[in-house]
């Protein structure tokens, strides 16, 4: 309790210092805008009066040649009106001190750690199905108009297809294309229909060949429903995504709504599946974004989050123009039960690996 206690504190003190940094970059951001305005305003004030003093002289007659007329009484002198009182200064109020991140304590099973957006399959670590497929969702009459599906049984995850649906649309908003296709047979697949297609591929070219592109039935990331394979189908003809140029910078999008080229070329020999350019894999926004920047594959990424765990360094990213917080804790090495610490008060979600815990994502807000 007292290691749980001391570990609350030094986490909540790290995360309202960031707090309190962007409350007072934001209010020295007030500060200036109050003060310009004050000069503005003292600019402006000065200058009618300058204009109200000119504007009471008797302007010459040009041509008049009678001399004026002297009054032997003296007006009297006018007085400027008093000048107003200056407004005194306005500050800007003291900062409120932010209210102070607590946290709170997750128990999660280890049936918890087999889902999410980061579970890593493959040949190590396979995939746990599921009692049912509700979690699922048919993109036929749920599809963005930015692409184009190869048969109408195609099932995604909800946040992939979200996820793919506004990556699509903003990339027919910048180009006007609309010839992305997600290819027939390349999202959800049971392991019924990964084990057909399996076969179907070895007895093509032999299972050694096989292997290198089609995953056995249980280890298949497209069990997740979380990845796709896309192409390009313009006039009557089927195209790899590089195989055009327009459509080849489509993946930036895909990499701004939280997906990752899955199997890269470079990385092979970790992911131990051939250079596919058309298999993308929803992780979520912050994680896409770490990835790609740092060149790391899925698996190179979950052992990279082992080392930011919850009472020690955390790692940051921001994505989109949001601040995330993300660390890792380990499954408890008895039990079925692992306690995880989530803030309380921020937004934040919590994936397992499918392998030996889970990664807590903490929304901090918008960054500065």
């Known amino acids: 309790m007292n290691q749980n206690y001391h570990q609350n504190t030094a986490q909540s003190r790290r995360i309202n210092e960031r707090l309190r940094r962007r409350r007072r970059r934001r209010a020295g951001i007030v500060i200036f805008l109050l003060a310009a305005i004050l000069i503005a305003l003292a600019a402006v004030y000065v200058g009618l009066l300058i204009r109200g003093r000119d504007d009471r002289r008797d302007p010459p007659v040009d041509g008049d040649t009678t001399p004026a007329v002297i009054e032997t009484t003296a007006a009297p002198e006018t007085t400027a009106a008093p000048e107003t009182t200056a407004a005194p200064e306005t500050t800007a109020p003291p900062e409120t001190a932010p209210a102070p991140v607590t946290f709170t304590t997750l ?26 497929e509700k979690h699922l969702v048919n993109l036929y009459g749920n599809r963005s108009r930015g692409y ?33 296709l997600v290819s027939n047979n390349g999202t959800y697949r049971s392991f019924d229909a990964q084990e057909k297609l399996y076969m179907k591929r070895v007895d093509a070219v032999g299972e050694a060949e096989a292997a290198k592109y089609v995953a056995l039935p249980g280890v298949s990331e497209h069990h997740t429903g979380l990845a796709f394979d896309l192409a390009v189908y313009v006039d009557g003809k089927t195209y790899q995504l590089n195989a055009l140029e327009t459509y080849s910078g489509f993946p930036t999008y895909l990499v701004e709504q939280g997906f990752v080229l899955r199997y890269p070329a470079n990385k092979v020999q970790v992911t131990g599946i051939g250079y596919e350019d ?17 060149n790391l594959c899925l698996e190179e990424y979950l052992n990279t989050l082992r080392g930011y765990q919850f009472d020690g360094t955390h790692l940051l990213v921001t994505a989109g123009g949001v601040d995330y917080e993300i660390w890792y804790a380990p499954v408890a090495a008895e039990g079925d039960i692992t306690t995880v610490m989530v803030p309380n008060g ?8 499918n392998m030996d815990g889970f990664i807590v994502t903490v929304m901090l807000g918008r960054a500065q």
């Open 148 to 180: 184009q599906l190869g048969s109408a049984q195609e099932k995604l995850a909800q946040n992939a297809l979200d996820a793919l649906n506004r990556a699509a649309d903003a990339f027919m908003a910048a180009t006007g294309e609309t010839g992305l």
């Open 278 to 294: 058309w298999h993308f894999r929803y992780v979520g926004i912050p994680h896409a974004k770490y990835m790609t920047e740092n």
């Open 107 to 132: 128990n999660l099973s280890r049936a918890e750690m087999l889902r999410g957006p980061l579970v890593l399959v493959n040949s190590s670590f396979p995939y746990t199905f599921p009692a049912n």
């Open 346 to 353: 921020l937004p934040y979600s919590v994936s397992g690996n």
